[in-house]
């Protein structure tokens, strides 16, 4: 009985100092942040490409591609907090862009306490000047097509009288 308690005191004592050694400096565990990057209808949208930022220097980037369990749209990125020197409390820049699309950037904010952050993005499509002017406004369009009825109405009540 006395040698299990010495043994498991023992145990206690190496568990401590391992880890004080590991949170003073010893490897980093990864940390990883994801999410979906969709369009303004939602929809996911695979091939977009997602960096991340420290200080305006780029530490990751990834393409999004679909997933079985979250779909279209899906990132994933693995860092090593130590490695570029991201503590609990730090910001990041997510940037998120594709052809044809807004560039839309996030600020994020580190919490060691979780082992991963899940942050969603989404895109507007980019509508050129030329697109734009070539779309009849939904409005007038209504206006067009009640004006039409309203003469066709006149017409027939026009004939009904004589």
Known sequence: MKKSLMLVGMMLVITFLAS????QGGPSLPYIIWGVV???????LNGATVEIYKDQNMI??????HDNTTGDGTYMIQITLSEYDI?????LVINASKEGYETTSVTITIDTTFPNMRQDLFLNVITTQEESKNKTPFPAWISIVALMGIAVLLRIT???RQ
């Open 38 to 44: 969709k369009d303004q209808n939602s929809t996911g």
């Open 60 to 65: 990751a980037s990834t393409t999004t591609y």
């Open 87 to 91: 503590e609990n409390g730090d910001t």
């Open 20 to 23: 004080q050694a590991y949170s």
């Open 158 to 160: 026009r004939k009904d």
